[in-house]
């Protein structure tokens, strides 16, 4: 099995459970933009794609529409939202072994790079990542793809063979391979089998605890 150098890491689903937060904020949004919602399972669907997309895929809303939602969703998140999240448990001990190894490791999210920031802080995992990229609040970088194009280019990396995207949801594996990179598909998260499979991820991680042998550690 390869031995990949560089691993960019998504962050909801994958490094941390984020549910709480984002449903809560969501649903804040919803009814302040006067839309009725009470099944919170249907609102996990909003963890890890661009709000905007998880606005206007799941209530067919316009534009303008998503983005006033979005406005009140991050009334919440910037105050509340972003603390309610929890590391996931063998996670720190992963990173940190593969700092330790030699490994560089790269955060690319969608959720927006300020909030990651602050969530990376909190929990103490900045200390391992020598690079953070997400969204930008203006919507000029959203989607995945665009988040691992700042990221290859803030490294100056030109051998992307070296490199290999760890996420749970489809869009990660969509934007790897907008850049020919590989994906292990972790399943703790929230993609299905199914969804990780149709898209093409490379690899499927069970738990936390597999991921050091299939990062060759």
Not at 49 to 61: A, E, G, I, T, W
Not at 76 to 91: A, D
Not at 180 to 203: H, K, W
């Amino acid at each position: 099995m390869k031995t990949y150098h560089y691993i960019l890491f998504d962050l909801d689903g994958t490094l941390t459970d984020s549910a709480e937060g984002i449903i809560n904020c969501v649903l804040y949004s919803l009814e302040k933009c006067g839309i009725q919602e009470s099944d919170r399972e249907k609102l996990k669907a909003f963890v890890g794609p661009p709000l905007m997309d998880s606005y206007r895929n799941c209530y067919h809303v316009s534009e303008e529409e998503a983005l006033k939602l979005t406005a009140c969703y991050r009334e919440r998140f910037s105050v509340t939202g972003w603390k309610e999240n929890r590391v996931y448990e063998g996670i720190p001990e992963v990173l940190d072994a593969l700092k330790k190894a030699g490994r560089h490791l790269i955060l690319a999210t969608s959720k927006p790079e300020v909030y990651t920031k602050q969530i990376m802080e909190l929990f103490g995992l900045a200390q391992y990542f020598e690079l953070i990229c997400g969204a930008t609040l203006d919507g000029r970088i959203v989607q995945k793809g665009q988040v691992i194009a700042c990221a290859i280019s803030q490294i100056g990396l030109e051998h992307k063979d070296e490199m290999v995207m760890v996420g749970d949801r489809k869009y990660d594996v969509y934007g790897a391979a907008e850049h020919g990179i590989p994906c292990i598909g972790v399943l703790y998260g929230y993609g299905s089998r199914e969804e990780l499979v149709s898209a093409g991820a490379t690899m499927l991680c069970e738990t936390v605890s597999e991921l050091p042998e299939l990062l060759q550690l």
